[in-house]
């Protein structure tokens, strides 16, 4: 280190400078050990000249500099000069200080930061805070409406996250954990079948629900069920990750059931013997009372479609076509819907139907003035039109001995479908194009194979059946409960 000799004090030195080493000091130590060298040889500055009888008669005064130092911070100083103790002190407080460490001085001042040669101190960045569940609910839900998807689907969907949110709690979605996943489905292995639809049930909170549940003998959910349940939550928490909401879906750390356990049989087929029961003496006072039970059934059991694809039938929806009479399966009108787009499709009839008098039926329909083939079915805005039919179907089974769960109008679906496969074997894709299900065809072949011609769906249907024999309908059967159906249609309108 080298120091600048006042010059008054040359003569007396005899040089002009002094140089000392920091004997391997680096850093702090050796910039401190600097400031304290330049403190000391300024003391002794004073003292030479108080020595000098001359000087006696001068005051007192010191005169050094120092020629640069850099400091740890970048900071470089330049021609330093010190004229008195009190330069001195303030120099080595200000190099102590300008070379600090410690920025809490400063923390929020970050001009004086500047001023002192420190960069300011920026505040630590702050995570945003997660948005609770119930917010991203409501625009996940908003998201599917705009991208139309089926209103029974947004349903299910708010029925399965509400009950996330009301048992695990409304927390914010980064800290949703696999545990809170966990938890849930504990829980729901205490959730009864159909709550919403015992009494018993009603107007309780779902812990609530549990702890009853847990206190009767009451059916629980189907694999199935709580399968489905995990799907959708599944689609929601792998939406929040496309989105950037969340960075991973917490239901990834989750083991699942077996595919064997979760493909648990849900519904199982009519056997020959519920057939002769369902189509036997009782059928007729039963299903001559509303049309929808008489040709509903009908319908169900020979075309093996869904309850609301039939309850929501048009009669522009029956049609003749290159010969063939059948159904439009479609969503041509506002209150139509389809459960996917492998459900639009066109079902040719069994002759058996016709001779029973289908035709006349609709002729019936029209000629009252209605454009609903089964306007007495009222509407429910989440599920369509066949709530009411599937439930008297229920009712009506129940009656008649036929008293499993899995027992329901679904079940003509299945029948169809195994007696088309099993026992007559018909090819997958034609049972598939009959039944609106996605044709299983591999990957890079769907571009290829052409769908099955009309004539092999009707042979397919004609082979069916379907195996039981019918009432005849007579012309004018429905007339009162049709022309009721325009009354109260007029009625609404007018309102």
């Given at each position: 280190m080298r120091f600048l000799i006042p010059q008054d004090l040359r003569p007396v030195v005899g040089s002009r400078f002094l140089v000392r080493s920091l004997k391997g000091l680096t850093g702090d130590r050796a910039r401190l050990a600097a400031a304290q060298l330049g403190m000391a040889l300024s003391q002794q500055f004073e003292r030479l000249r108080l020595l000098d009888d001359d000087m006696k008669k001068k005051p007192p005064f010191l005169d050094f500099g120092i020629q640069a130092v850099t400091l740890r911070n970048g900071v470089q100083l330049k021609g330093i000069d010190i004229a008195s103790k009190?330069?001195?002190?303030?120099?080595?407080?200000?190099?102590r200080d300008i070379d600090s460490d410690d920025d809490t001085e400063f923390a929020d001042d970050p001009l004086m930061a500047v001023a002192h040669g420190r960069t300011p101190r920026r505040p630590a960045p702050t995570a945003p805070a997660s948005p609770l569940l119930s917010e991203r609910l409501r625009v996940y839900v908003d998201d599917m409406k705009r991208v139309g998807r089926a209103p029974k689907n947004i349903l299910d969907t708010q029925f399965t996250l509400g009950l996330f949110i009301e048992l695990v709690g409304d927390l914010p979605i980064g800290q949703i954990q696999s545990a809170h996943f966990r938890s849930f489905f504990d829980l729901m292995e205490s959730w009864?079948?159909?709550?919403s639809k015992k009494k018993e049930f009603v107007g309780l909170s779902p812990a609530e629900v549990i702890a009853k549940a847990r206190q009767g003998d009451y059916a629980l959910l189907e694999s199935r069920t709580k399968e489905k349940h995990r799907d959708r939550l599944a689609s929601f928490f792998n939406q929040m990750v496309r989105e950037g909401v969340i960075d991973r879906a917490p239901h990834l750390g989750m083991m699942h059931p077996r595919k064997a356990e979760s493909e648990k049989i849900t519904r199982t087929p009519f056997d020959p013997a519920e057939i002769e029961l369902i189509f036997g003496p009782a059928f007729q006072p039963w299903a001559t009372k509303w049309p929808h039970r008489f040709w509903g059934t009908i319908l169900g059991?020979?075309?093996g479609a869904r309850?609301?694809?039939?309850?929501?039938?048009?009669?522009?929806?029956?049609?003749?076509?290159?010969?063939?009479?059948?159904?439009h399966i479609r969503a041509s009108q506002p209150d139509q819907r389809l459960k996917n787009a492998s459900s639009s499709r066109f079902v040719p009839l069994p002759q058996r139907v016709l001779d029973a008098g289908f035709l006349a039926f609709v002729e019936d329909v029209r000629r009252t003035g209605n454009a609903r083939l089964f306007p007495n079915l009222p509407l429910d805005k989440n599920s369509?039109?066949?709530?009411?039919?599937?439930?008297?179907?229920?009712?009506?089974v129940k009656k008649l001995g036929i008293t499993g769960r899995l027992k329901s109008f679904h079940c003509f679906r299945h029948t169809l479908i195994t007696a088309l496969h099993n026992e007559h074997g018909f090819p997958a894709t034609v049972v598939q194009e009959v039944?609106?299900?996605?044709?299983?065809?591999?990957?890079?072949?769907?571009?290829?194979?052409?769908?099955?011609?009309?004539k092999a769906r009707q042979e397919a249907v004609d082979t069916y059946g379907p195996p039981a024999q019918f009432p005849k309908?007579?012309?004018g059967m429905f007339d009162a409960e049709l022309k009721r159906a325009v009354i109260v249609s007029n009625r609404k309108k007018g309102s």
């Open positions: 009190k330069d001195a002190k303030l120099f080595a407080d200000f190099v009864p079948a159909n709550a059991f020979a075309t309850v609301n694809e039939i309850g929501q039938l048009y009669v522009q929806d029956v049609e003749e076509t290159h010969g063939v009479v059948g159904i369509g039109y066949g709530d009411a039919l599937s439930d008297q179907f229920r009712a009506y039944t609106g299900h996605e044709r299983s065809i591999p990957n890079g072949l769907s571009h290829y194979i052409q769908p099955n011609t009309l309908y007579e012309s």
